[in-house]
């Protein structure tokens, strides 16, 4: 029958190739299966019978360094930094491996972490530079840490974890930051350098900062703002800084109510160079020649003027908020009670009146009723 003819050429055409290339060869090809394999950067690593597993596995190992990161942040891809391929193959069945296998070299480790103790004395600048990193390394290495706290016993990681398989998680995260206040100078000529006074205090603001993160094996590789967004604007603290100089210059000693030789008596306990006593001398004893002027500290109104027992010719003036200054031992006043006076005014002329032992301005500070070291105020 013509129909049995191409079974017959094929069978003959079978036993000519097993001839040719001996039957163990067939047997071979009926052994071979479908499997996968894993190629990093172009070389093959292993086959597995399993694709699913094999991905899981990967996944699994990548997801290993999301457990540091804030759980609001937003994951936009994770990678690896090598080429990793999964390609479909038909291999010998002996060549297929475990998934145990498989899973020691994806855990694969080049080097591990390297941690060192913290000393007495060690700051981030001496670890940075003694393990031949720098200091923005130390900080991205251990980020747990305020580089401002820390202290002996602590450690430091000064060479990072280094798996073979390199993972890069790429995120965004929005965080509140504090946005500190600036703080605005006033000149004042009516204060005298170095004197300050808060008019305003300042008030810290609030911003909205997204960053785009970059992860290496968890450590930050790169960090930028995307965004910023202010949800509080900080409040300026407004100080006012005093410009005026002393009254007089050269040689001698300015006080700037006076222009005197020296202080001779400090505000606090002393012996009273009269009674001998000890007791609690309220004003600055600043010596200076007879009838040197005497100026108002500031703006203010007089409250006193005249004779005022142990202080002798002696004028108050009210500055407002609390604030008196007092002028004692004078020999002459050009001022009196309710009449306004400016900054630098003269209102007298150092004396010796009262209890005195010599020429010079006692100068009192009264705040509130109570007596201040006037070398906080000069
Ligand atoms: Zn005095």
């Not at 300050?196 to 970059?214: D, F, H, M, R």
Request: net charge positive; with cysteine.
């Amino acid at each position: 029958m013509a129909q049995k003819r191409p079974l017959f050429v094929m069978m003959v055409v079978v036993l000519f190739l097993a001839a040719l290339f001996g039957v163990k060869t067939i047997a071979d090809a009926l052994r071979k299966e479908k499997a996968y394999q894993l190629t990093v950067n172009g070389r093959k690593w292993f086959t597995v019978a399993r694709k699913d597993s094999l991905e899981n596995m990967l996944d699994e190992y990548q997801k290993q360094y999301l457990a540091n990161i804030d759980k609001n942040a937003r994951i936009k891809r994770i990678s690896f930094s090598q080429r990793v391929k999964i390609t479909e193959v038909v291999v010998d069945r002996d060549e297929i491996g475990t998934l145990e296998a498989a899973k020691e070299k994806i855990y694969a480790v080049e080097d591990e972490a390297v941690a060192i103790e913290v000393k007495q004395g060690d700051n981030f600048w001496n670890l940075a530079k003694a393990n031949d990193i720098t200091v923005k390394d130390l900080e991205i290495f251990n980020p747990d840490m305020d580089p401002d706290k820390i202290f002996p016993g602590d450690k430091l990681v000064v060479k990072p974890f280094n798996p073979v398989l390199d993972v890069v998680i790429e995120l965004e995260n929005t965080v509140v930051e504090s946005v500190p206040f600036k703080v605005e100078y006033r000149n004042d000529n009516t204060l005298y350098k170095n004197q300050k006074k808060i008019l305003k205090e300042g008030i810290e603001g609030q911003k909205e900062v997204s960053y785009n993160i970059t992860l290496l094996n968890g450590y930050q590789r790169s960090l930028k703002v995307k965004n910023e967004r202010m949800i509080k604007e900080a409040v300026n603290a407004i100080v006012q800084i005093g410009t005026r100089k002393t009254v007089f210059k050269g040689g001698r000693v300015n006080y700037g109510v006076v222009s005197g030789k020296r202080i001779s008596s400090l505000y606090g306990y002393r012996i009273h160079p009269i009674t001998g006593r000890r007791r609690f001398h309220d004003g600055l004893d600043i010596a200076a020649a007879y009838g040197n002027g005497v100026y108002a500290y500031t703006d203010g109104r007089v409250v006193a003027s005249g004779w005022n027992g142990g202080y002798g010719l002696c004028v108050l003036i009210d500055h407002g908020n609390g604030l008196q200054t007092r002028y004692a031992h004078l020999s002459k006043i050009y001022v009196s009670v309710g009449q306004k006076v400016s900054t630098a005014a003269k209102i007298g002329a150092v004396g010796s009146s009262g209890s005195s032992t010599g020429p010079h301005l006692h100068f009192e500070v009264i705040k509130n009723g109570r007596t201040q070291n006037p070398l906080n105020y000069l």
